[in-house]
């Protein structure tokens, strides 16, 4: 069973920065390719990215490409998002996720965690 923990959210300027850090526990998260999800509010859960298992391999949605980055430490266990130039739109909770199979390229994910809140705001 593979137990997912992020931590990082908080409040940020428009314009600012934020790096979101997720935690595998119970497994080995080598194993695992790993994504990150966001909901706003009163909207559906909705893909962000997603890195293979050695790291090799990144998607991106496209309302995130160039301003976001996934990334990824196996030795501790961890996944990052390095979130830059954040406007107000992406506000909402981010989801850790993990996946085992070679569905994720499809972007579905077994695991998840329990989700951390980022608001942008002035």
């Known amino acids: 069973q593979v137990h997912l923990v992020e931590s990082g959210g908080g409040l940020v300027q428009p314009g600012g920065s934020l790096r979101l850090s997720c935690t595998a526990y119970g497994t080995t998260s080598s194993n695992y390719a790993m994504g990150w999800f966001r909901q706003a509010p009163e909207k559906e859960r909705a893909f962000v990215a997603s890195?293979?298992?050695?790291?090799?391999?990144?998607y991106y949605a496209d309302h995130v490409k160039g301003r976001f980055t996934i990334s990824r430490d196996n030795a501790k266990n961890m996944v990052f998002l390095e979130m830059e130039r954040l406007e107000s739109e992406d506000t909402a909770a981010y989801y850790c996720a993990a996946e085992g199979t070679t569905r994720w390229f499809s972007g579905v994910f077994d695991f998840w965690g329990q989700g951390t809140q980022v608001t942008v705001s002035s």
């Open positions: 890195i293979s298992s050695s790291g090799d391999i990144t």
